[in-house]
């Protein structure tokens, strides 16, 4: 291999190319990226970014003299890649030919329709995103959050501990149940309430209201909730657009086998973009978590270097983290598929509660509250019984 | 300055043991009977890697899974960016000592704030 090109530059794209260089690959690394920054880490945009006490040179998710040898291509967006020839053409009408292609363009916000040209409407996905919301924060006001997601969560808690008046609404009976179940959705969204943010569950968003800047926020019950800045956190798409037409298989994002092959041949996908076979579950995933954008390019750079001659080894089951209202949320496994989940260790009250959930009988996934070593030994013990 | 830490013996092999000083310091007891300490707190943020996944010569943070070589300090990958302290450990007697290194200690932002600004 000659060339390898990487089609986004953030954290996949970036660990891509380190698994590269450690794994022994020595020719030409083309990165390219349509944000014109340089890597970054986008977990503290919601949190120590947002609230002002993380600047934006820590983001970097480069460490100083790290030369990776990379030909960085940044502020161009790939717009098709051509499968047979492996060249992946750009915005800017060139051409980057390469032996093996590496796509990791991650994912974006999704908005709600009829939102466009609002003032004070955000979706928080990149740097620039987080800056304007962060600016707007600063002047204070009444804040309504559309989505009780992860992210729609974090956003409501620093802006809570920055001052604001928040309120946040939630389609769902109850949020996080998708990633967390009922129960334990129930009791980590019950944060909100617990300081006295509004949550509004089981009512969707019929509409904005406002001429220029947006005042309310428009239920489908017919109640009208005021609002200076509104955030819309409803999920993010993957970002495959650019490849429709390249004969690549796309499905929810790019399907992958259990080492990131994807079903042309040298081009692999890893990170938000790309849906994993899982072997245990016998089903394809996307994951949208920072670990597995960070380690699954080794297996996918093992796999493209050797032309697929590797057997995959098994993964660790999935983990994530969100930080909310002062209280660390860590979450590993699949909760789809429990039968039971129980509290081990700690009470909701206290905010440090261990769950573990079991099918039959078998633990599939563990979320902990403010309880990192008990957290890290159920993790430990999910990934033996892989 | 020397310090005692725990006895071997109380230390099975795979655990840590976290010395309550200011900065904290840990001492591992590796699967293979190795014996290390590094500074407790993660470059990144603040998580106390004994509550970390020990695995060979690594410990892999609670939080956000950057690992960090105990026979180095060196940290593999981010969110960690700068490498972990180490110390010296002598067993004698079956007693662990902590020989404490005379470098700076690298700790995340917020918490060498709260060390500079006083007790947190
Ligand atoms: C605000 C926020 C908070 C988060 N907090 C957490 C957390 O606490 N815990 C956790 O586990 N995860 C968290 N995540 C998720 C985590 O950040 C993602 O899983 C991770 O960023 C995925 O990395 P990626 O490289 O696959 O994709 P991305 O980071 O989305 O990067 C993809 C890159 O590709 C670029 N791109 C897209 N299309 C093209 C194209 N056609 N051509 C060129 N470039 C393109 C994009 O602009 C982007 O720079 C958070 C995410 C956000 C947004
Ligand atoms: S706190 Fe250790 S990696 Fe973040």
Same mark, same amino acid.
């Given at each position: 291999m000659r060339t390898v090109a990487v089609v986004g530059a953030s954290l996949a794209g970036?660990?891509?190319?380190? #698994?590269?260089?450690? !794994?022994?690959?020595?020719?030409?690394?083309?990165?390219?990226?349509?944000?014109?920054?340089?890597?970054?880490?986008r977990p503290p945009l919601s949190k120590e970014f947002l609230s002002g006490s993380l600047a934006e040179a820590d983001l970097a998710l480069e460490p100083d003299g790290e030369d990776l040898r990379v030909q960085w291509l940044l502020g161009v967006r790939a717009v098709g890649l051509d499968g047979p020839q492996r060249a992946v053409r750009l915005a800017d009408g060139s051409e980057v030919r390469a032996d093996g292609v590496v796509i990791a363009t991650g994912a974006a916000a999704r908005t709600l329709p009829g939102t466009d040209g609002l003032t004070g409407v955000h979706t928080l996905r990149t740097l620039d995103d987080a800056r304007a919301l962060r600016d707007e924060l600063a002047l204070g006001g009444r804040l309504v959050v559309i989505g009780g997601g992860f992210i729609g969560a974090e956003v409501a808690s620093t802006a809570y501990a920055l001052g604001l008046d928040v309120t946040v609404v939630e389609a769902a009976p109850t949020p996080l149940a998708g990633p967390l179940g009922e129960t334990m959705g129930g009791i980590v969204s019950a944060l909100h309430t617990d300081h006295g943010v509004r949550l509004l569950c089981g009512v969707g968003v019929k509409g904005l209201s406002g001429r220029s800047r947006v005042d309310a926020v428009l239920l489908e019950d017919g109640r009208s909730i005021p609002a200076d800045i509104v955030v819309v956190g409803v999920g993010a798409r993957p970002c495959v657009e650019w490849l429709a037409g390249s004969?690549?298989?796309?499905?929810?994002?790019?399907? &992958?086998?259990?080492?990131?092959?994807?079903?042309?041949?040298?081009?692999?996908?890893v990170g938000d973009c790309a849906s994993w076979y899982d072997p245990r579950a016998g089903l394809h995933r996307r994951v949208e978590h920072w670990t597995g954008a960070r380690e699954r390019p080794d297996a996918a750079v093992t796999a493209l270097l050797a032309g697929g001659a590797v057997e995959p080894g098994a993964p660790r089951p999935p983990y994530f983290w969100s930080d909310q209202y002062g209280v660390k949320i860590q979450f590993a496994g699949h909760a789809a598929g429990a039968d039971s989940v129980t509290i081990e260790e700690g009470a909701r009250d206290d905010h440090n509660v261990l769950a573990v959930y079991r099918r039959s009988g078998h633990p599939v996934a563990v979320l902990g509250m403010n309880q990192p070593r008990l957290f890290t030994r159920w993790r430990k013990q999910l990934a033996a019984a892989a | 300055m020397m310090i005692p830490a725990c006895r071997l013996v109380d230390l099975p092999r795979g655990e840590a043991y976290r010395l309550d000083i200011d900065p904290p310091v840990s001492v591992f007891h590796t699967?293979?009977?190795?014996?290390?300490?590094? @500074?407790?707190? &993660?470059?990144? !943020? @603040?998580?106390?890697?004994?509550?970390?996944?020990?695995?060979? &010569?690594?410990?892999? &943070?609670?939080?956000?899974?950057?690992?960090?070589?105990?026979?180095?300090?060196a940290v593999d990958a981010p969110p960690a960016k700068r490498p972990v302290r180490t110390h010296a450990v002598h067993v004698e007697d079956g007693m662990i000592?902590? !020989?404490? #290194?005379? @470098?700076?200690?690298?700790?995340?932002p917020c918490v060498a704030a709260r060390l500079a600004g006083g007790p947190a």
């Open positions: 970036l660990s891509a190319a380190r #698994s590269l260089r450690k !794994q022994g690959y020595d020719g030409r690394l083309v990165v390219i990226g349509d944000e014109l920054h340089r890597p970054y880490d004969g690549i298989a796309l499905a929810d994002g790019v399907t &992958c086998g259990a080492d990131g092959r994807t079903s042309l041949a040298g081009v692999v996908a | 699967d293979d009977g190795e014996v290390f300490a590094i @500074d407790d707190t &993660c470059t990144h !943020q @603040d998580a106390s890697l004994a509550d970390g996944w020990l695995e060979g &010569c690594e410990v892999e &943070c609670p939080l956000h899974a950057s690992k960090f070589d105990l026979r180095t300090g000592y902590v !020989q404490l #290194s005379t @470098d700076a200690p690298n700790l995340p």
